[in-house]
């Protein structure tokens, strides 16, 4: 359930997009007698690669422009301009950039990929920490907090607490399917959210009490995937039998 700190500030990122690509590419000057233009265009592709993978989408794009650029000024004739002659070189700076907006945005891919297996795990740890609680004899309380604490983050709410009372039908409720239903019908979480007009209950398994979800202050849209983790976790009480008598 943690989220990845160790990403560069984009000002940071969108620096070394500018500056890494020419750097390269003044180095590249050296060789630009000894290399053909195609090999040099690959060097700078595999510095759009290093940014993209290491940086954002908008990071990345910009480096496969300033990469492009870059391969114009220095590395193709005639030199230090922006004009290109040879119709190769022409060639190599469009599919240098067209690469390096694809590498981009497979590696955003592969950032996003990344996540949701982090988060997957996160949610799976969560679930084990709250049955290994329980499963060591931990008071009722202690393992209901934490399922508590744990559910308000899976779904990002403004609070969540327990409730010993059987769950009421007029408020909005949290099936075992992962759906919201309100008043009888099916709540479009992914379009419209969880509602905030009221709580929203979880209940937990056969009905003895239920965890009441606030979303008030804005609107949030937990994935079909995050809401059966939270019903999982609220079934860890009804398990367990961590529940207060009424």
């Known amino acids: 359930m943690s989220r990845d700190v160790n990403r560069p500030l984009r000002p940071l990122a969108l620096g070394w997009a500018v500056l890494l690509p020419l750097a390269v590419a003044a180095a590249l000057i050296l060789l630009r007698d000894v290399l053909a233009s195609t090999s040099t265009a690959l060097v700078l592709v595999l510095v ?6 290491r940086g954002d989408r908008p990071a990345g794009l910009v480096a496969a422009v300033v990469a492009a650029a870059a391969f114009d000024f220095f590395l193709a004739a005639p030199y230090y301009t922006f004009a290109i002659r040879a119709a190769s070189d022409i060639e190599a700076a469009v599919l240098l950039f067209a690469v390096g907006v694809a590498v981009t945005e497979v590696a955003q891919w592969a950032r996003r990929e990344l996540d949701r297996a982090g988060q997957r795990e996160g949610y799976l740890d969560g679930v084990a920490s709250a049955a290994r609680l329980a499963g060591e004899g931990a008071r009722d309380d202690d393992v209901i907090d934490m399922v508590r604490r744990m559910i308000g983050e899976v779904l990002d709410l403004d609070d969540c607490r327990f409730s010993a009372e059987r769950p009421r039908q007029d ?20 379009r419209d959210g969880l509602p905030t007009m009221d709580v929203v209950e979880l209940p937990v398994r056969d009905g003895a ?8 202050t804005r609107v949030r849209r937990p994935t079909l995937e995050q809401r059966r983790v939270a019903v999982t976790l609220a079934n860890q009480v009804g398990v367990t039998g961590a529940v207060p008598p009424r």
């Open 48 to 53: 759009v690669v290093a940014v993209a993978v």
């Open 171 to 190: 408020r909005p409720q949290l099936r075992g399917d992962g759906g919201v239903v309100w008043r009888g019908r099916e709540v479009d979480v992914d």
């Open 209 to 216: 009490g239920a965890f009441l979800l606030t979303a008030s």
